[in-house]
């Protein structure tokens, strides 16, 4: 790049900088710095003359050529020549477009494709188009990205291909039309599957049936407390130390708020609840037992009461003592269960969601360790979310290494809490983020050290444990006391409100060890009584294209109004017979987002253009205009 083009490069950004310090009317209408930019863009690199050829491509390479889920980018390259000048160059890959520039001006095109696509093989697409229009393809080169369980790429989990002859419980994931080949109950409320129990030789050929799409270990959870579990003395009365608010650092979720979670049910995923306890003396309304079957609820573990108090046990027990609880007992009696009874006990609230109105899940169940990775039980737990119910989980007791948040407290949907004791500092093994995907976790903390709660078998004795297992039920009360003050909050706005209300600690800001920091549930009620700046929603307002119907290989221009704090904003070309995912971007920051459709090498006929937007705590909305494309004239 010579220098008068450097200095040009750098009077369009204070430009274009300048332009966005100053206020825009009609911003959709007259969107001053995209339109300017798009004009000075055309302007420098579009002459008019149109040799009537199209631009050459060639030497195309990709780095690495194969991918594992959550691994760094590839760098995609391409050589781009045309008589006279490029005006844009991208690559299609998995359906979505990936921009490619030219920065040193030597002809080499360069972008780069991230991991989060599922995993299988893509074909790269580069597309070239020339100021006159005039476009080239070219399709010689693939990525692949790999499940990081299963980086052979045989539809079998890595780990169960090295144990020999055995007998080995695994998950089978399937399309919905599996054969006999691997015999058992489907599960389709969720994802198509079957639990089954084979030997290690016959791996392979389940793999190789039609319809089979992945062979997973059935892998072990547990609860997630500290293995200390100490009795306190009782006389109806928490211990000494929990008794005054004044000794808390942190806001003190189970102190009277005004609100107790009448008519809101939580279900409770755990080792089950003793029924006879006085703390939870007409709370339970319903019980499934998946280990022994047992119709009347139980605990024989513990974990289960004392978390289950939490949530809605007596005042001064429990954050909400007027809710209602489905205990689902899924765990054992030594507080363990497989992958597979988890989902079973997710998929069965989901389908006795509207029976009971569960509106959240309160999940102190994770992997043992750090390395275990379930991309069925995050997706499991991220659907939970999606069909209305706010989920709560464990971020683990792991810590306090980074990078040691257990499943599913990956899971982008739900909300992951960690510990702190009562002056605010974090329990010394609470999980740490950031994630395999390199996600900031936890997204909250609370009290989860010597928390005292109902001791099982003892009708009215406590007990104190230590343990992100601790904290999770009391987040889960405080979502039934915001849905209390208002029932028509989304998991969204829940997970919202409670991490913008949240008490900062540690260093500034969102962090990988206190997340955004502890729970004030005090602070989060006041929030939605008198609305806060900032609380919001993000909101998608309105999108324009700026023509209705162009031919073959007219570009289009897609502008959508959207404010708030937004994670995302893609536009996606529906059409007969393909579609394209578009990034878009707030060039000038004033709210509107632009993307550019090249429409060449595609078919004629009625599209939708459907803009969707996602919020930075799972917000979503969509709009969609119709469009129509021509045959060139």
Not at 49 to 63: L, Q, R
Not at 129 to 141: F, H, L, Q
Not at 440 to 469: F, W
Request: a negative charge; proline letters at 5%; glycine letters at 10%.
């Amino acid at each position: 790049m010579n220098s008068s083009s450097i200095v040009y490069f750098i009077l369009l950004a204070c430009m274009l900088s300048c332009a966005a310090a100053f206020p825009v009317h009609n911003a959709l209408d007259n969107n001053k710095a995209s339109i300017w930019f798009e004009k000075e863009y055309k302007s420098y690199f579009k002459p008019n003359e149109d040799d009537g050829a199209p631009p050459v491509i060639y030497g195309v390479s990709v780095s690495p050529s194969a991918l594992k889920v959550g691994a760094p980018r590839s760098e995609i390259n391409a050589f781009v020549h045309d008589a006279g000048s490029i005006d844009m160059v991208y690559a299609d890959i998995g359906n979505r477009m990936n921009l490619m520039l030219d920065l040193d001006h030597d002809s080499r095109y360069t972008g780069y494709c991230g991991s989060n696509l599922a995993p299988g093989v893509y074909r790269i697409t580069i597309v070239a188009i020339d100021k006159a229009g005039n476009a080239a393809k070219d399709e010689s080169s693939t990525l692949t990205i790999r499940d990081p369980n299963d980086l052979d790429s045989d539809g079998i989990e890595d780990s169960l291909e090295t144990q020999g002859g055995k007998d080995l419980k695994v998950i089978v994931l399937h399309d919905g039309n599996l054969s006999d080949a691997a015999p058992g109950e489907d599960r389709f409320r969720i994802l198509p599957w079957r639990a089954v129990t084979v030997s290690s030789d016959k791996l392979e050929k389940i793999a190789r049936t039609d319809g089979v799409k992945g062979i997973y270990k059935d892998q072990k959870l547990r609860v997630l407390d500290s293995p200390d579990q100490t009795a306190v003395p009782t006389a109806g009365q928490s211990a000494p130390s929990q008794s005054h608010e004044e000794s808390w650092a942190i806001d003190d979720p189970r102190t009277d708020k005004g609100y107790t979670g009448e008519g809101v049910t939580v279900a409770m995923i755990d080792t089950g609840a003793d029924r006879e306890h006085k703390a939870l003396a007409g709370r339970i309304i319903a019980f499934k037992d998946f280990v022994n079957n047992q119709t009347e609820s139980y605990d024989d573990n513990g974990h289960g009461t004392h978390c289950a108090s939490l949530v809605a046990g007596e005042r001064g027990t429990g954050v909400a003592p007027g809710a209602k609880l489905v205990v689902v007992k899924v765990m054992d009696k030594d507080g363990a269960c497989y992958l597979s009874d988890a989902l079973n006990a997710l998929d069965w609230c989901l389908e006795n969601k509207e029976r009971y109105r569960i509106k959240a899940i309160s999940f102190s169940v994770g992997g043992e360790n750090p390395s275990d990775d379930a991309y069925l039980l995050d997706k499991y737990c991220n659907k939970m979310v999606e069909n209305g119910m706010a989920m709560c989980v464990a971020a683990g007791n792991s810590g306090p290494a980074a990078s040691s948040i257990v499943i599913p407290g990956d899971a982008e949907n739900v909300i992951t809490v960690g510990a702190v004791d009562r002056s605010g500092e974090i329990f010394e093994l609470s999980s740490r983020g950031p994630t395999a995907k390199g996600e900031t976790k936890p997204d909250l903390v609370t009290m989860g050290v010597d928390v005292v709660s109902a001791l099982a078998g003892s009708k009215n004795g406590k007990s104190s444990i230590s343990g992100t297992s601790m904290a999770v039920p009391q987040v889960s009360g405080a979502v039934a006391l915001l849905l209390q003050a208002k029932p028509d909050l989304a998991p969204a706005d829940v997970k919202r409100v409670l991490l913008k209300t949240a008490d900062d600690l540690g260093q500034s800001g969102q962090d990988n060890v206190y997340g955004y920091g502890a729970l004030n549930l005090t602070g989060a009620l006041q929030s939605i009584s008198a609305p806060q700046t900032g609380m919001s929603p993000p909101d998608l307002e309105e999108v324009k294209l700026n023509r209705k119907e162009a031919s073959v290989g007219e570009p289009v221009m897609i502008e959508a109004r959207a404010l708030g704090d937004i994670r995302a904003i893609n536009a996606n070309i529906i059409g007969p017979d393909r579609n394209l995912e578009i990034p878009m971007d707030d060039f000038d920051g004033n709210g509107i987002f632009s993307a550019r459709w090249e429409t060449s090498f595609w078919t004629p006929g009625d599209y939708q253009v459907k803009v969707d937007m996602l919020g930075i705590f799972g917000e979503v909305d969509e709009e969609a205009v119709p469009f129509r494309l021509v045959e060139k004239e």
